[in-house]
């Protein structure tokens, strides 16, 4: 079928705008560093309405049977190649265009049904869908973000039918996480074009993209002094001084193509700056945002195709008179890998849907989704290879091949541990600037040098502190079914910000460079989020009169699962933030580094 096919009509279009969009809303995982939530922006959960499942259905369907068709991922990873016509085939189908405005070519979808094809994609084959997601989810999206009306006009077209691919260029050899040390330079000539040169590294759609999102330092004056900020460029396959190294051998994803690209004295004129000048750090920041989106939605994808091959396994398999189905420890594999990726399917949809309503700031949230559906993925693919057993060893199965293709997601697009630090950090700032009121952070005596002046601020403070420390019920619209679990969160928000406190006051400035307790912290926010998401969907489910019993009594069993978890993953976070071997850590970390490894052996001690 051809994408025209697929499109909403207008009208469609706009009584899904109307019926579903309202007024800006804070970031839902922001508030719960304050102990606060609004119920409003939680419940309902957002599912899709009948306009977004008809085309939801109609694309995953046509998506589904073209992959059926065309996509071998064995095939694709023994020759490390995604073969031209298979990328054809799916442009034709609007897969590389899928939030491209029509006027432009595309398909304009809106983020939940995005991620819902993302997701189909995904579970067909982790190589096709990084250089998917790749062209669109990072490597133009900052044309689409920031690119001017002639911008969007010359280049969209053509990438949106998937005539070009494209590629984002942001990692260097020496700049990995920190993104702001880069040194791809970009020196202005005195025609207003710009001189490119520096290196890209493990580029994406490196070798057979066409067009380039290229972030490069740029000299600016400020207080008469000339500094270095970020600045983002496009660049095009074709301008004399691009070039590229050879094609990556990876471990996984290995039909996908990953190269260096080297810019050697690129002239690039001006009306290719994308944004404005000195202001690439967050236009690259907002991309990675919404690229991590994208990234949960396919480990949902990918969890849905290995428990579907476990559960077959488990139940064709025979041992001892029986399948191995009926054993209670596959039984308990089984039910923890529907857990996590109803979770995880739950926390990207509650963020779609709110990002569509108008949630103004959704970063934290998608941290959370790139974070917890990587490593929800990570384990279930290690939960089905073990029910495999045998079979999930050999290369003739699938199991070592998703494995090998999942274990990058932990890795790009910010590793899970400067995201842990990101979304920790993010989410003080505002508590940090509520206790500033006290005098220094660390230090709260210090407001009591002017008992009198401090007397109202300690005292509204106090009575915040307070408020927080009796658990009252914060999920008041959560199910009658749900309601020992809505009280388990509401008590567990109210222990979660006041250790943000805690924390803040015990470390002031110094917690920007103390890891373990931001470690901490981001876990238990994301253990919140996901209880908060769950308890909502599941609400909306049990709320339904055209749900099946079994599914709704399948779904309770599930929600079960995620928040006992969840809780005992933020019972364990919560205590260590007073009661770890952080220091113990550090000193055995340093003996390692030490003695260059483990440094100990059999023959000696």
């Not at 691009?242 to 004295?265: C, L």
């Not at 990101?422 to 040098?449: N, Q």
């Not at 009280?487 to 006051?505: D, G, K, P, R």
């Not at 981001?522 to 009169?545: F, H, P, W």
Request: aromatic share 10%.
């Amino acid at each position: 079928m051809h994408k025209k096919e697929f499109r909403m009509s207008e009208s469609k279009d706009a009584k899904y705008n109307v019926d579903q969009e309202g007024q800006e809303f804070d970031s839902v995982v922001g508030s719960l560093f304050f102990g606060e939530i609004n119920e409003d922006v939680i419940f309902p959960f957002p599912h899709f309405s009948e306009d977004q499942v008809e085309m939801a259905k109609e694309m995953c369907s046509a998506v589904s049977k073209y992959g059926e068709d065309a996509i071998d991922g064995e095939k694709f990873d023994e020759e490390a190649k995604i073969p031209d016509e298979v990328i054809r085939g799916l442009a034709e189908l609007g897969l590389c265009g899928l939030a491209v405005p029509e006027e432009y070519g595309g398909m304009q979808l809106d983020y939940s049904l995005y991620s819902r094809v993302f997701a189909e994609v995904a579970s067909m084959d982790g190589s096709t869908a990084t250089m998917l997601g790749a062209h669109q989810s990072i490597g133009y999206r900052a044309l689409l973000n920031e690119g001017t009306p002639e911008q969007k006009e010359k280049w969209l077209p053509s990438l949106a039918s998937g005539e070009k691919l494209a590629s984002f260029c942001l990692t260097e050899p020496g700049s990995g996480s920190d993104a702001y040390s880069i040194k791809t330079k970009a020196i202005k000539n005195d025609d207003g074009s710009f001189t490119i040169t520096g290196q890209k590294l493990w580029i994406t759609n490196a070798g057979t993209a066409e067009f380039y999102t290229v972030f490069c330092k740029t000299d600016h004056e400020k207080d008469g002094k000339m500094v270095e900020k970020i600045s983002c460029f496009i660049i095009e396959k074709g301008m004399e001084g691009v070039s590229f190294g050879e094609k990556e051998n990876k471990m996984g994803i290995r039909a996908s193509e990953t190269r260096a690209v080297y810019f050697d004295k690129v002239k690039v004129p001006a009306e290719n700056v994308l944004g404005e000048l000195g202001k690439g750090f967050k236009i690259a920041m907002n991309v990675l945002n919404s690229g991590r989106l994208s990234l949960g939605a396919g480990c949902v994808g990918g969890m849905k195709t290995i428990l579907k091959m476990a559960t077959e396994h488990a139940k064709g398999r025979k041992q001892f008179g029986a399948p191995i189905s009926d054993f209670g420890l596959i039984q308990q594999k089984l039910a923890f890998m529907a857990a996590r990726c109803y979770a995880t399917e739950s926390i990207v949809y509650m963020t779609t849907g709110n990002m569509i309503k108008g949630m103004n700031d959704y970063f934290l949230e998608t941290a959370i989704c790139k974070v917890y559906g990587s490593e929800s993925l990570w384990t279930v693919v290690d939960t089905g290879l073990q029910i495999a057993a045998g079979n999930g060893y050999m290369k003739e199965y699938p199991y070592e091949r998703i494995m090998r293709d999942s274990r990058i997601n932990l890795i790009f697009e910010g590793t899970n541990e400067i995201l842990r630090c990101f979304l920790a950090l993010s989410g003080m700032k505002g508590p940090s600037d509520s206790l500033k009121e006290l005098g220094k952070v660390s230090d709260v005596s210090s407001a009591l040098k002017d008992p009198i002046k401090s007397l109202g601020v300690l005292s509204d403070f106090a009575k915040k502190r307070i408020s927080k420390m009796i658990a009252s019920r914060a999920l008041t619209k959560a199910h009658p079914e749900l309601e020992e679990y809505a009280n388990y969160f509401s008590s567990m928000m109210a222990s979660f910000a006041i250790q943000v406190e805690n924390t803040l006051i015990k470390h002031g400035k110094k917690i920007i460079g103390n890891e373990y307790p931001q470690g901490r912290l981001s876990n238990m926010a994301t253990e919140l989020y996901v209880m908060l998401c769950v308890i909502s969907r599941t609400t909306s489910i049990l709320e339904k009169d055209d749900v099946p019993q079994d599914k709704k009594d399948y779904v309770l069993g599930l929600t079960k699962i995620v928040i006992k978890e969840s809780r005992q993953n933020f019972v364990a976070n919560l205590k260590e933030m007073t009661n770890n071997y952080d220091k113990l850590t550090a000193e055995v970390s340093q003996a390692v580094c030490n003695y260059d490894g483990y440094g100990l052996d059999i023959i000696n001690y």
